[in-house]
């Protein structure tokens, strides 16, 4: 969870006070003050800060308490997201869900692999750049880029020469998942992206936790990913945008005539097996 620098040394200091109390209700009455600071600080020019921005913290803050004191910590009682400000949250995400179905993106398969293949052949033969190698893989597998960079485990799946088997899935707590071995296809390159994922364990920190990821890579990261891929109106992809470009254009290429799309959306990405819900908000390109 990507959390600021002055956050993270705020939530340390309020897990080392978590210790320093000795009962289960001075802890939850010091949540409660950290909520309400939380809730109440305030940027540089005086702007409070946004709820979506507040939510990640707070999910920091239970995340680094399950951590420490377990799941089941009565602090956490205290130091939760309220279930209107939960409601409120999922409402706007369904709203996004909805304007993304009604307003999909076109992006013309060919030029967005060929732009991939580009960049990440030219990584591995002429010039080397941890940037340019976790933008290519994160375009050509759908992949996440702290996955590709820290996590995620790559290997050929012999049985198809175009799929690749993963594991090391980053955003879930589910642990049976996140080491859960899958197979998805690639776009292309594979041999120049399964070398690219092994330099990158030998010159980026594979222990590096999310955040300091994100602090260090991600800007440069999304310049790369912005100025290589665009959609078919020339609009640039951001890369929270290239999972989704990914799974229209490998549904298109991949997916055999008796799944559906969304089904097939939902194993190639690595979704909780039944449940589809998630899958609808990575729906937002037409592939052509």
Avoid at 55 to 65: D, E, S
Wanted: glycine share 4%; net charge positive; charged share 30%.
């Amino acid at each position: 969870m990507l959390i600021s620098r002055d956050e993270r040394e705020q939530l340390a200091k309020f897990i080392r006070r978590l210790h320093e109390l000795p009962t289960d209700a001075s802890r939850h009455g010091a949540a409660l003050n950290e909520l309400k600071r939380l809730y109440n600080r305030r940027k540089p020019d005086g702007e409070k800060y946004s709820d979506d921005v507040n939510r990640k913290v707070v999910i920091a803050y239970r995340n680094a308490i399950r951590d420490e004191f377990g799941e089941n910590a009565p602090v956490l009682k205290a130091l939760r997201y309220s279930k209107a400000r939960t409601d409120e949250y999922n409402a706007r995400l369904v709203a996004f869900r909805t304007y993304k179905h009604n307003n999909m993106r076109p992006v013309k398969a060919s030029e967005y692999i060929a732009a991939g293949v580009e960049l990440i052949t030219d990584t591995m033969t002429r010039r080397w750049s941890n940037m340019n190698a976790i933008a290519a893989v994160c375009g050509l597998t759908g992949r996440r880029p702290f996955e590709v960079a820290c996590t995620g485990n790559f290997a050929p799946d012999p049985a198809r020469p175009h799929f690749v088997l993963f594991s090391g899935q980053a955003k879930t707590r589910d642990d049976e998942r996140a080491h859960a071995t899958y197979s998805f296809p690639v776009l292309g390159a594979r041999d120049h992206i399964l070398t690219a994922v092994a330099e990158l364990r030998k010159k980026i920190d594979p222990n590096m936790d999310n955040d300091t990821f994100n602090n260090e890579y991600a800007s440069n990261i999304g310049k790369k990913v912005k100025k290589v891929f665009h959609d078919a109106h020339g609009k640039p992809i951001k890369p929270r945008d290239l999972r989704d470009a990914y799974a229209a254009i490998a549904v298109r290429r991949f997916a055999p005539s008796d799944i559906s799309d969304v089904q097939y959306m939902n194993t190639i990405l690595g979704h909780k097996s039944g449940s589809l819900d998630t899958t609808t908000y990575y729906i937002a390109f037409t592939a052509i």
